[in-house]
């Protein structure tokens, strides 16, 4: 299985396609705040509880651990198996695009739904966008995809829903569209690109610290 981009990569090209190309090539170049990284673990406890509404699950992320590339094969088995099938971290991959799906619920008639889970009052457009990229891959990976909810925090820790399906259908054709120009992006050189609004909007970029040139990069201590 091949994949150039994931989900979180599509993300940041949306952003800026200098941060694409570096989550891609200079990784090591990202640097994260104690704040950022406190949001990070308080997302995890939020998405924590929403998963344990759905028992009995396979979590694909505790078989697998990180060889992503193993994910959707386990997954298309899993998945093929009669009755009721609950996954979390299940992984598909089209057209180079890997996606990991927070929950899939399967059905006992085969009817498949995805629940992207996070910690926000709110369904902002930026999950809209993280949205309609893995309805991309898994509409092409899935038979029957019926829903596709976006789980939010009602600020007392209990998830409230929003269906975004219709949404990610009607966006299916400049997702394609995107997905082929990030793929151009990576076989090029590091895109220039002038700080601005985008640094910041819709996540803290975290290779901010690289483009202020206020930090000697990993990479050029290495070459020192
Ligand atoms: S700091 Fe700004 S210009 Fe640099 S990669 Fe991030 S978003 Fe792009």
Do not use: W
Request: glycine share 4%; net charge negative.
């Amino acid at each position: 299985m091949i994949y150039r981009l994931t989900k979180s990569k599509f993300i940041r090209g949306l952003q800026c396609e200098k941060a694409l190309y570096l989550d891609v090539y200079k990784p090591q170049l990202a640097y994260y705040p104690p704040e950022t990284l406190a949001r990070f673990r308080r997302g995890r406890d939020f998405e924590a509880k929403v998963k344990s509404l759905f028992p009995n699950a396979i979590d694909l992320s505790q078989r697998l651990g990180h060889r992503i590339e193993k994910y959707p094969e386990l997954t298309a088995t899993m998945l093929a198996q009669p009755g009721e099938v609950n996954l979390y971290e299940a992984g598909f991959v089209y057209n180079e695009v890997l996606v990991l799906a927070d929950v899939v619920h399967k059905d006992a008639d085969g009817n498949v739904a995805i629940y992207e889970i996070k910690n926000s009052l709110s369904v902002k457009d930026v999950f809209r966008r993280d949205v309609s990229i893995q309805h991309y891959v898994m509409s092409n990976c899935i038979d029957r995809l019926t829903s596709f909810q976006i789980v939010y925090n009602d600020g007392n820790d209990e998830p409230l829903y929003e269906e975004l399906l219709p949404t990610a259908r009607e966006a299916k054709a400049l997702i394609a569209k995107q997905v082929e120009h990030f793929k151009e992006v990576l076989q090029g050189m590091e895109p220039s690109v002038e700080r601005g609004e985008q640094c910041s909007t819709p996540y803290e970029c975290p290779y901010a610290r690289y483009c202020s040139g206020k930090v000697a990069t990993q990479l050029e201590l290495a070459e020192f």
